[in-house]
């Protein structure tokens, strides 16, 4: 009879300690965590500068001045100084009216025949003008100090024109190539170096000339 008892009082124990195994089992198990499809598995932080660069104006004119040096052949090398126009018919594409003047000096026969002058002195004075189309062939960024970027470009430039020397006219063609960078979005600083070509018979023979240049300038867009 007493055994029976305890038959009946252990019924409930053995229920009471199963439920909590159960419980603790259900505790110890751990839930997967729900990702959006949008989100990004690694989220990167990153620290970006504000970089400023120039660019060309939104005109397509500009105008400028320059100076320089120029050889002419057998009449030395002077200072050259002048201006320009142009207009950029496309962001690589450009075409460009230019003046330049420079005084020249004696030949070497003048100053060994102790007065002889082959050009009077009225007109020593070299000017061309003439009218290129150049070309963008190499654009990109100039970095100068941390934050600031500068667009540039190298080009090719070549045209046809005239050179007024001794009192005479010279169908002049011009080429050569230059350099261009972006200072702020309506001010560019040139350097060019250039060949003016023409035929000329002032020394007797009718010869080819090759007047070189290299000048430095500033043009603005409006």
């Not at 009449?75 to 330049?100: C, K, P, Q, S, W």
């Amino acid at each position: 009879m007493a055994s029976r008892h305890w038959i009946f009082l252990l019924r409930p124990v053995c229920a009471l300690v199963l439920f909590s195994l159960l419980q603790g089992c259900s505790l110890l198990r751990t839930e997967e965590p729900v990702y959006s499809e949008t989100d990004p598995v690694i989220k990167p932080e990153l620290d970006r500068r504000t970089i400023t660069e120039a660019d060309i104006d939104s005109e397509d004119f500009s105008v400028g001045a320059f100076v320089g040096v120029m050889s002419v052949e057998d009449f030395g090398t002077n200072l050259v100084y002048g201006a320009r126009a142009a207009y950029h018919v496309t962001e690589d594409l450009f075409a460009e009216a230019a003046i330049g003047r420079t005084d020249t000096d004696k030949t070497s026969f003048e100053k060994l025949s102790g007065g002889a002058q082959v050009v009077p002195d009225d007109d020593r004075t070299l000017t061309y003008y003439n009218i290129s189309i150049g070309w963008n062939i190499l654009p990109g960024e100039v970095f100068i100090w941390r934050g600031h970027s500068f667009n540039s470009a190298l080009y090719i430039i070549g045209g046809v024109g005239n050179t007024d020397f001794a009192d005479d006219n010279h169908f002049t063609i011009n080429f050569g190539a230059g350099y261009r960078m972006l200072l702020t979005d309506s001010m560019a600083w040139h350097i060019d170096v250039r060949d003016h070509t023409y035929n000329s018979d002032l020394l007797g023979d009718d010869d080819r000339k090759h007047n070189l240049e290299a000048h430095t300038g500033l043009t603005v867009f409006f």
